[in-house]
T-cell receptor
Framework: DTAVSQTPKYLVTQMGNDKSIKCEQN?????MYWYKQDSKKFLKIMFS???????INETVPNRFSPKSPDKAHLNLHINSLELGDSAVYFC?????????????FGPGTRLTVL | AQSVTQLGSHVSVSEGALVLLRCNYS??????LFWYVQYPNQGLQLLLK??????LVKGINGFEAEFKKSETSFHLTKPSAHMSDAAEYFC?????????????FGKGTKLSVKP
């Protein structure tokens, strides 16, 4: 049983398109996150959700919007994709909000924008 | 603002040798510190974390790390490297709740293990 799953694993698309990445966790956690890992492997938090409420929104473009239909899901929707959006996107979850809670990561979605 | 510096983007050791991955942090308050490992084409997995209990923290797969406040360090060690330890290792810091409490990652250290 996969604890945190993401679909799709790979996503190749053209500039200007709109795409979504889905994330589901079966751990019963209350907080979920999205991270972006760039080509140099640098990881940066994008969003986190606690009990369906956004508790932090880093300085990411408003083309990115997280959507949480329920506590187990946090999807990432991206409008008007740009070349610079190419990266690996990781979903994660934790039982409690930061700072000391352990985060469990999904396998990642590699997004390539052509 | 908190930050993490990992010294050495790439470390190479022989199988059976000591593994030492360096991490220094900057934080205005006592921090929470983490080491995560990323195997090729996989997500991150927690190795260990420091939450102000014991300064020497033991993690999975034989890894441990020591919190040294005077040196603002949290270096990761393992006495004897295995081939399966080859991966990318990330140190992270979190020093507060709310918007200040999320994980700030270092740039990672790639560990190679030679037979």
């Amino acid at each position: 049983d996969t604890a945190v799953s993401q679909t799709p694993k790979y996503l190749v698309t053209q500039m200007g398109n709109d795409k979504s990445i889905k994330c589901e966790q079966n751990l019963g956690h209350d907080t979920m996150y999205w991270y972006k890992q760039d080509s140099k492997k640098f990881l940066k938090i994008m969003f986190s959700y606690n009990n369906k409420e956004l508790i932090i929104n880093e300085t990411v473009p408003n083309r990115f919007s997280p959507k949480s239909p329920d506590k187990a899901h946090l999807n990432l929707h991206i409008n008007s994709l740009e070349l610079g959006d190419s990266a690996v996107y990781f979903c994660a979850s934790s039982q409690d909000p930061p700072p000391e809670s352990t985060q469990y990561f999904g396998p990642g979605t590699r997004l390539t924008v052509l | 603002a908190q930050s993490v510096t990992q010294l050495g983007s790439h470390v190479s050791v022989s199988e059976g040798a000591l593994v030492l991955l360096r991490c220094n942090y900057s934080s205005s308050v006592p921090p929470y510190l983490f080491w995560y490992v990323q195997y090729p084409n996989q997500g991150l997995q927690l190795l260990l974390k420091y939450t102000s209990a014991a300064t020497l923290v033991k993690g999975i797969n034989g890894f441990e790390a020591e919190f040294k406040k005077s040196e603002t360090s949290f270096h990761l060690t393992k006495p004897s490297a295995h081939m399966s330890d080859a991966a990318e290792y990330f140190c992270a810091v979190s020093d507060g709740g709310g918007s200040q409490g999320n994980l700030i990652f270092g740039k990672g250290t790639k560990l190679s293990v030679k037979p």
